[in-house]
């Protein structure tokens, strides 16, 4: 349970007859001591409440009838909003109220006051601004701070450009906006990090707010305190930034047994947050004493200034709407109708879950009807906006049932609006990310074995992974279209969470259809490898790593049965680790290469249980991989040096490796087909993703899409744009160019692409050939020896036949070959384990935290280097490297040590935060060799 703090004055009723005139109180807004409030005829009381119960005087605007929030403050002047969509002020140096205009004349929907500057919100999503501040509240960049009393209000822009805002909210001088997608942005005053603490304390435009969990929450409604914000999402969870926080805190309030009570409104005023749960009860926190310190974690629970009953909401329903007002908390009594409408977390003008399902029903009896295009539109209302969402995965499940019964013309014109007018936003939030949890509940209740839901779902997801993809085509080729989403939003962890007995039998059911797939006496089973698309990078890894085993583990066997070596062992030396593995290579029967690896390194004790290889992968890479060695030639793709292929034979005959080679067989240097080293590369390039082993080292993503077999015979410009951008521009401008004189204008020829081409000039009729034939050149025959062996020895060790790895996509086989750049030390941390008396609060443990997150990227790679033999992050980020940290003993002059094969560092008890750095840095400047790894 929650503790208690202080609580709240005793609560009281407002006599609505003697001082409202009888009509019902139907809103309150307020600043500090001021409280405006508006009754179900349109009249406005002001009150002010210093002295505990307020008083209240009417306000004289006759012939205004006020909307649902159709008033606010500021500290010095009163905004009243109208039915009709109009705008008056009401300031302290006026003496009387005074239309505020806005240049596009639209409706407003919602008004809000910082203490200097209104808000309007406009029925299109617009947001308008007027008043006068320094305080980047006007949301109009820094040289705008002052709007004239006689000027219309300016609307603002900056993040919101083309953006519909769905509601809005304002602190002293800090305003945050919701869009109608669930994102939020925000400007204005941020000495408090109520808009993240990466941000300057004043921001003049809307920006996007700056938190990593404010990016995946599904926000329904906003509120603003004196120094933070207050978001609540879909789930019924209340998110809290500011009041000096590093992060968001985030809380699940529970009551009772631990019985989790959704919220479906907040309010907020200067240090509480008044809560309103579906069941009509109220609960009130008090933010600025009940966060967490920064850099302690978040309890589940804010502790809660008043759990009472208030008296207000002493009725048959409960509460329908909760307000604060500075320190006053005010409840509004619910009817019958409105307790109905509190279930709606998005606008309570819309019809409620069950009427919503009601239409649904009606809506899907007449689906198999739909005969015409532009009847789709009521399904397309219904899937890209919030109104599936307010039915639940009832609603959205109705929904996928309809399109599977819906005739296939139809089916395909309605995706075809999508295409054309659904963007980035709106795919994410109202198809993808609701259709991949349905379809991950699914697979979790059906065991992944093919429920019609389960199916259907995954179809949809394939029709808009494929929209999405040629949205990231049109993208690079630069033509005009929607900007793609993350396809990592398509992809679920759902295989992890059954064990690897699961995985085997979902991935042997799937191999036995393949090979068998002409079989009339077998149905093809559904499996979740039919969709690749949405499976996770480290679900595929894990996948890989199962099979991988298994075909390891059957070499081992074999080898052992007939009395032979059961590894593959290399034995090198460390100043020669380049040829002695070629060597040792060549010298091995290619049946050898899938038995487990082992290395060793001549002249060292070190066992490798797994760091003695990462070592030797890193060294060698930085050998093999070498430019000036000439195996590689460095190329810039974007900003970007890439590796690709060379074929200057003055750079291979440099290398010496050449000689030791030939050497090492029976032909002389003159007979050596100079291209066999790239099998030898292959070779290796295999056995780390065969070991499950990072290679540090750049390809461009076509080397990627070779070893997958996924570069097509006629390769597209989106293909080449992948290895040479300037290219593939340059050549897309040769198609786009309208004109009747390429010839002249761009003076190309088929010189290397045909014989005698250099004498046969790129015309307006042959242009279309040119460019295929030089995308064809590029990509396959330029290359074509090398990439052959490069091929042929990576398919010694990765079969192609392999069905985990036809699961990757190019870009994921270079994150599971190469690791990510990215670290993330706060992952780390909170994913480490400490053993040997050291806990996550021990000084030592806390001085090498801060000690680590202050050195830069490189010095940080050192670490992970040192610590666990590979510089860059795994699949999954650095919280899978299931780290750990070991007390080696009290203080002493000894250095930092690690076990790379086991993730582990062992750390002294150093008495001092500067010897621990001291011994740190000499502990990383002299890190090569092992003992037991």
Same mark, same amino acid.
């Given at each position: 349970?929650?503790?208690?703090?202080?609580?709240?004055?005793?609560?009281?009723?407002?006599?609505?007859?003697?001082?409202?005139?009888?009509?019902?109180?139907?809103?309150?807004?307020?600043?500090?001591?001021?409280?405006?409030?508006?009754?179900?005829?349109?009249?406005?009381?002001?009150?002010?409440?210093?002295?505990?119960?307020?008083?209240?005087?009417?306000?004289?605007?006759?012939?205004?009838?006020?909307?649902?929030?159709?008033?606010?403050?500021?500290?010095?002047?009163?905004?009243?909003?109208?039915?009709?969509?109009?705008?008056?002020?009401?300031?302290?140096?006026?003496?009387?109220?005074?239309?505020?205009?806005?240049?596009?004349?639209?409706?407003?929907?919602?008004?809000?006051?910082?203490?200097?500057?209104?808000?309007?919100?406009?029925?299109?999503?617009?947001?308008?601004?007027?008043?006068?501040?320094?305080?980047?509240?006007?949301?109009?960049?820094?040289?705008?701070?002052?709007?004239?009393?006689?000027?219309?209000?300016?609307?603002?822009?900056?993040?919101?450009?083309?953006?519909?805002?769905?509601?809005? /909210?304002? !602190?002293?001088?800090?305003?945050?906006? $919701? @869009?109608? +997608? =669930? *994102? #939020?942005?925000?400007? &204005?005053?941020?000495?408090?990090?109520?808009?993240?603490?990466?941000?300057?304390?004043?921001?003049?435009?809307?920006?996007?707010?700056?938190?990593?969990?404010?990016?995946?929450?599904?926000?329904?409604?906003? /509120?603003? !305190?004196?120094?933070?914000?207050?978001? $609540? @999402?879909? +789930? =019924? *969870? #209340?998110?809290?930034? &500011?009041?000096?926080?590093?992060?968001?805190?985030?809380?699940?309030?529970?009551?009772?047994?631990?019985?989790?009570?959704?919220?479906?409104?907040?309010?907020?005023?200067?240090?509480?947050?008044?809560?309103?749960?579906?069941?009509?009860?109220?609960?009130?926190?008090?933010?600025?004493?009940?966060?967490?310190?920064?850099?302690?974690?978040?309890?589940?629970?804010?502790?809660?200034?008043?759990?009472?009953?208030?008296?207000?909401?002493?009725?048959?329903?409960?509460?329908?709407?909760?307000?604060?007002?500075?320190?006053?908390?005010?409840?509004?009594?619910?009817?019958?109708?409105?307790?109905?409408?509190?279930?709606?977390?998005?606008?309570?003008?819309?019809?409620?879950?069950?009427?919503?399902?009601?239409?649904?029903?009606?809506?899907?009896?007449?689906?198999?009807?739909?005969?015409?295009?532009?009847?789709?539109?009521?399904?397309?209302?219904?899937?890209?906006?919030?109104?599936?969402?307010?039915?639940?995965?009832?609603?959205?499940?109705?929904?996928?049932?309809?399109?599977?019964?819906?005739?296939?013309?139809?089916?395909?014109?309605?995706?075809?609006?999508?295409?054309?007018?659904?963007?980035?936003?709106?795919?994410?939030?109202?198809?993808?990310?609701?259709?991949?949890?349905?379809?991950?509940?699914?697979?979790?209740?059906?065991?992944?074995?093919?429920?019609?839901?389960?199916?259907?779902?995954?179809?949809?997801?394939?029709?808009?992974?494929?929209?999405?993809?040629?949205?990231?085509?049109?993208?690079?080729?630069?033509?005009?279209?929607?900007?793609?989403?993350?396809?990592?939003?398509?992809?679920?962890?759902?295989?992890?969470?059954?064990?690897?007995?699961?995985?085997?039998?979902?991935?042997?059911?799937?191999?036995?259809?393949?090979?068998?797939?002409?079989?009339?006496?077998?149905?093809?089973?559904?499996?979740?490898?039919?969709?690749?698309?949405?499976?996770?990078?480290?679900?595929?890894?894990?996948?890989?790593?199962?099979?991988?085993?298994?075909?390891?583990?059957?070499?081992?066997?074999?080898?052992?049965?007939?009395?032979?070596?059961?590894?593959?062992?290399?034995?090198?030396?460390?100043?020669?680790?380049?040829?002695?593995?070629?060597?040792?290579?060549?010298?091995?029967?290619?049946?050898?290469?899938?038995?487990?690896?082992?290395?060793?390194?001549?002249?060292?004790?070190?066992?490798?249980?797994?760091?003695?290889?990462?070592?030797?992968?890193?060294?060698?890479?930085?050998?093999?991989?070498?430019?000036?060695?000439?195996?590689?030639?460095?190329?810039?793709?974007?900003?970007?040096?890439?590796?690709?292929?060379?074929?200057?034979?003055?750079?291979?005959?440099?290398?010496?490796?050449?000689?030791?080679?030939?050497?090492?067989?029976?032909?002389?240097?003159?007979?050596?087909?100079?291209?066999?080293?790239?099998?030898?590369?292959?070779?290796?390039?295999?056995?780390?993703?065969?070991?499950?082993?990072?290679?540090?080292?750049?390809?461009?993503?076509?080397?990627?899409?070779?070893?997958?077999?996924?570069?097509?015979?006629?390769?597209?410009?989106?293909?080449?744009?992948?290895?040479?951008?300037?290219?593939?521009?340059?050549?897309?401008?040769?198609?786009?160019?309208?004109?009747?004189?390429?010839?002249?204008?761009?003076?190309?020829?088929?010189?290397?692409?045909?014989?005698?081409?250099?004498?046969?000039?790129?015309?307006?009729?042959?242009?279309?050939?040119?460019?295929?034939?030089?995308?064809?050149?590029?990509?396959?025959?330029?290359?074509?020896?090398?990439?052959?062996?490069?091929?042929?020895?990576?398919?010694?060790?990765?079969?192609?036949?392999?069905?985990?790895?036809?699961?990757?996509?190019?870009?994921?086989?270079?994150?599971?070959?190469?690791?990510?750049?990215?670290?993330?030390?706060?992952?780390?941390?909170?994913?480490?384990?400490?053993?040997?008396?050291?806990?996550?609060?021990?000084?030592?443990?806390?001085?090498?935290?801060?000690?680590?997150?202050?050195?830069?990227?490189?010095?940080?790679?050192?670490?992970?280097?040192?610590?666990?033999?590979?510089?860059?992050?795994?699949?999954?980020?650095?919280?899978?490297?299931?780290?750990?940290?070991?007390?080696?003993?009290?203080?002493?002059?000894?250095?930092?040590?690690?076990?790379?094969?086991?993730?582990?560092?062992?750390?002294?008890?150093?008495?001092?935060?500067?010897?621990?750095?001291?011994?740190?840095?000499?502990?990383?400047?002299?890190?090569?060799?092992?003992?037991?790894?």
């Amino acid at each position: 349970m929650p503790t208690e703090a202080t609580e709240l004055r005793t609560p009281f009723v407002v006599d609505e007859l003697s001082i409202f005139d009888g009509s019902t109180v139907r809103t309150a807004q307020g600043w500090s001591e001021q409280v405006v409030f508006t009754t179900e005829n349109g009249n406005v009381f002001v009150a002010n409440a210093q002295a505990g119960r307020p008083a209240v005087n009417p306000l004289n605007l006759p012939g205004f009838l006020l909307e649902d929030d159709g008033e606010t403050t500021g500290s010095s002047h009163i905004v009243l909003l109208t039915d009709l969509g109009r705008v008056f002020a009401y300031a302290s140096s006026t003496a009387s109220p005074y239309l505020l205009e806005n240049k596009r004349n639209e409706p407003i929907v919602q008004i809000v006051c910082t203490q200097k500057v209104t808000l309007l919100l406009g029925h299109s999503g617009r947001v308008h601004a007027h008043g006068a501040s320094s305080a980047g509240d006007l949301g109009l960049g820094d040289k705008v701070t002052q709007i004239r009393e006689d000027e219309p209000a300016r609307q603002v822009e900056g993040g919101l450009k083309h953006v519909a805002v769905q509601r809005l /909210a304002a !602190g002293p001088s800090h305003v945050l906006a $919701l @869009t109608a +997608s =669930g *994102r #939020l942005l925000a400007w &204005g005053d941020n000495d408090n990090n109520q808009q993240g603490s990466l941000r300057p304390v004043k921001i003049s435009w809307p920006l996007p707010i700056d938190s990593d969990k404010f990016d995946k929450i599904r926000a329904c409604d906003v /509120a603003c !305190g004196d120094t933070f914000i207050a978001v $609540l @999402t879909r +789930s =019924g *969870r #209340l998110h809290i930034l &500011g009041c000096g926080l590093a992060e968001d805190a985030t809380f699940a309030p529970s009551f009772g047994n631990d019985h989790f009570k959704p919220i479906v409104a907040i309010s907020a005023g200067k240090d509480y947050v008044a809560a309103l749960h579906d069941d009509g009860e109220v609960t009130v926190y008090d933010v600025a004493q009940s966060l967490p310190r920064q850099g302690v974690d978040a309890k589940e629970t804010l502790p809660l200034v008043s759990k009472a009953t208030l008296p207000a909401m002493e009725t048959e329903h409960g509460a329908a709407r909760v307000a604060v007002l500075g320190n006053i908390i005010l409840a509004f009594g619910a009817n019958e109708e409105a307790a109905e409408k509190r279930l709606c977390f998005v606008d309570e003008a819309i019809a409620t879950t069950p009427r919503l399902c009601l239409i649904l029903e009606s809506l899907g009896a007449n689906a198999e009807r739909v005969v015409h295009a532009d009847q789709t539109r009521l399904f397309l209302v219904f899937l890209c906006t919030p109104l599936a969402q307010m039915g639940g995965d009832e609603a959205l499940l109705k929904l996928v049932r309809m399109l599977d019964r819906m005739e296939k013309r139809v089916f395909n014109e309605l995706f075809k609006w999508i295409f054309k007018e659904v963007d980035a936003q709106a795919l994410a939030t109202y198809l993808v990310e609701p259709l991949v949890k349905i379809f991950s509940q699914e697979a979790r209740a059906s065991s992944l074995d093919g429920s019609p839901d389960l199916i259907t779902t995954a179809k949809l997801l394939h029709v808009l992974y494929n929209i999405n993809e040629t949205h990231a085509y049109l993208q690079i080729m630069g033509r005009l279209g929607h900007v793609p989403i993350d396809r990592n939003l398509f992809t679920t962890n759902v295989l992890l969470e059954i064990d690897p007995t699961g995985i085997d039998r979902i991935l042997y059911r799937w191999q036995d259809h393949i090979s068998h797939p002409k079989s009339k006496s077998r149905t093809a089973p559904f499996s979740i490898l039919q969709y690749p698309f949405l499976i996770s990078v480290d679900t595929k890894s894990e996948i890989l790593r199962l099979e991988g085993s298994h075909v390891m583990m059957e070499r081992y066997q074999g080898a052992r049965r007939r009395g032979q070596q059961a590894t593959l062992v290399l034995s090198v030396r460390r100043n020669r680790v380049f040829m002695d593995t070629i060597r040792a290579l060549a010298a091995t029967d290619p049946v050898d290469m899938k038995m487990p690896l082992q290395v060793k390194f001549e002249g060292e004790e070190g066992v490798d249980a797994g760091g003695v290889k990462k070592e030797f992968f890193e060294l060698l890479s930085t050998t093999l991989f070498d430019p000036h060695m000439g195996v590689f030639n460095a190329i810039d793709i974007g900003g970007t040096e890439k590796l690709w292929f060379t074929n200057e034979e003055s750079a291979l005959n440099s290398v010496d490796l050449m000689a030791q080679f030939i050497a090492s067989g029976s032909k002389s240097p003159d007979e050596v087909d100079k291209n066999e080293l790239y099998m030898l590369v292959g070779q290796l390039i295999g056995l780390a993703i065969y070991n499950n082993t990072i290679l540090d080292v750049q390809f461009p993503i076509t080397l990627y899409r070779i070893l997958l077999r996924k570069l097509p015979e006629q390769p597209s410009l989106m293909h080449l744009h992948e290895l040479d951008p300037a290219l593939a521009r340059g050549l897309q401008s040769m198609l786009d160019y309208d004109g009747d004189d390429v010839e002249t204008v761009f003076g190309a020829d088929f010189a290397g692409l045909r014989p005698g081409g250099e004498n046969e000039p790129v015309s307006n009729e042959n242009r279309n050939e040119y460019v295929a034939e030089k995308i064809a050149f590029k990509l396959h025959k330029e290359f074509f020896p090398i990439i052959d062996k490069l091929l042929k020895g990576f398919e010694t060790v990765v079969d192609r036949n392999m069905r985990s790895f036809q699961l990757f996509e190019p870009e994921q086989l270079e994150l599971a070959l190469t690791g990510s750049d990215a670290l993330d030390i706060d992952e780390l941390r909170v994913s480490t384990e400490y053993d040997g008396g050291y806990t996550s609060s021990s000084r030592v443990v806390k001085w090498f935290w801060q000690i680590v997150k202050a050195w830069d990227k490189d010095k940080q790679r050192e670490l992970l280097r040192f610590a666990t033999g590979a510089p860059r992050a795994p699949v999954g980020g650095l919280q899978s490297l299931r780290f750990s940290i070991q007390r080696a003993g009290p203080d002493s002059d000894q250095l930092p040590t690690a076990s790379t094969c086991f993730n582990h560092l062992l750390l002294p008890d150093y008495f001092s935060k500067q010897k621990l750095a001291n011994k740190l840095d000499v502990a990383l400047n002299n890190a090569q060799g092992f003992g037991l790894s």
